[in-house]
């Protein structure tokens, strides 16, 4: 509660200053890293797509209406063959992932276990994200996956009849849980950031792991409704030379025809930039308005920032998962 008033009380308060160097200066670490592969990844792209850039022979082929040279798709004929075992190989059996009872009275609970994972898998597409989790791999070398416990909520119109009368009902607006469980999305290698100091066999051991993606002001204003996030009000629009320099180490920003990135003309839509961080930080070194330590924790515990556009942090709270880990899954097609 003292986080959330602070960072919905509209100023950079120090507390507000120092979480957001603290994570910034991590994923720059990383970014600084990643963004030297980007161009390796986007020939394995082309070489997947079976793209081709038409050469001076081309040109003139092209003049005498005479077939150009063609790329034989065989590395995408590759990738799916793979792609497609690996699918077959995790749904052929009725449950994706199967519980081994380790006596007759587990049994019932292995398999409500083997249920509710399904249902949270299938109201993920999960085949659909296997799909891409899969292709990435095979493209780039290694695919992300990214899990978390959700509950999701919606407003319902309930009427019910008064007392006394069955003909008068009265209506009233009733908010119920629309979905709790598992949610899994696929995060692109482009917008992953790993501490770099570790290996990725190793990731868990690193002191952060991170991702990006452009979100829409809606979409934050929802998630602060639900209590995920605080102070989507402060958010500011990037400024143009803000933007140019984000635009050169990051692949978020899509360039159009006229030199104006979607982002820019998404800015009175609403769009942003979303950065999750999930970091390890000793809550007593941060220090909230009040002069209280964010915690009284002496040693490192997993904590999620988020923030917005670069400036403006949204959340900054204890992940609280029996696991103790990042909520990253991680694949590397040859380790």
């Known amino acids: 509660e003292r986080v959330e008033k602070e960072l919905k009380s509209g100023k950079l308060s120090k507390f507000h200053e120092a979480v957001l160097d603290h994570a910034k200066n991590l994923l720059e670490l990383s970014r600084s890293r990643m963004n030297k592969f980007y161009g390796s990844w986007d020939d394995y792209d082309d070489i997947y797509r079976g793209k081709r850039y038409p050469d001076k022979s081309d040109m003139e082929r092209r003049k005498k209406e005479e077939p150009e040279k063609m790329v034989v798709p065989l590395a995408y004929a590759q990738v ?9 190989l995790f749904t052929q059996r009725e449950f994706t992932v199967e519980l081994q009872a380790q006596g007759p009275e587990d049994e019932p609970a292995a398999r409500l276990g083997e249920a509710l994972m399904e249902r949270d898998l299938r109201t993920n597409q999960f085949v659909a994200g296997l799909k891409q989790f899969l292709t990435d791999i095979a493209r780039f070398g290694f695919g992300v996956l990214k899990h978390s416990w959700a509950r999701e909520t919606q407003l319902i119109r309930t009427t019910n009849p008064m007392p006394g009368s069955e003909m008068i009902s009265v209506s009233e ?54 209590g995920v996030v605080a102070g989507v009000d402060q958010i500011k629009p990037w ?17 159009s025809a006229d030199g104006t990135t979607d982002m820019q003309k998404g800015q009175t839509k609403g769009m942003c930039v979303r950065t999750e961080v999930q970091v390890k930080i000793v809550p007593k070194d941060f220090e909230l308005e009040d002069g209280k330590p964010l ?31 990042f909520t990253y899954d991680l694949a590397e097609f040859n380790p």
Not at 246 to 254: I, K
Request: charged share 30%; glycine share 4%; aromatic share 10%.
């Open 80 to 88: 799916q063959t793979f792609v497609a075992f690996c699918i077959l």
């Open 239 to 255: 400024s143009s030379t803000d933007l140019a320099v984000r635009e050169g180490n990051s692949r978020l920003f899509s360039q």
């Open 295 to 325: 915690g009284e924790e002496d040693y490192p515990v997993h904590y999620v920032i988020t923030y917005v556009n670069d400036e403006t942090v949204i959340r900054c709270e204890p992940m609280n998962y029996l696991h103790n880990e």
């Open 173 to 226: 607006i009733k908010e119920v849980t629309k979905f709790l469980g598992n949610r899994v999305e696929n995060i692109s290698p482009y917008r992953f950031f790993p501490d770099p100091r570790v290996p990725l066999s190793k990731m868990q051991e690193g002191e952060f792991c991170a991702d990006e993606d452009e979100v829409s002001i809606i979409s934050l204003r929802k998630l602060e409704k639900e």
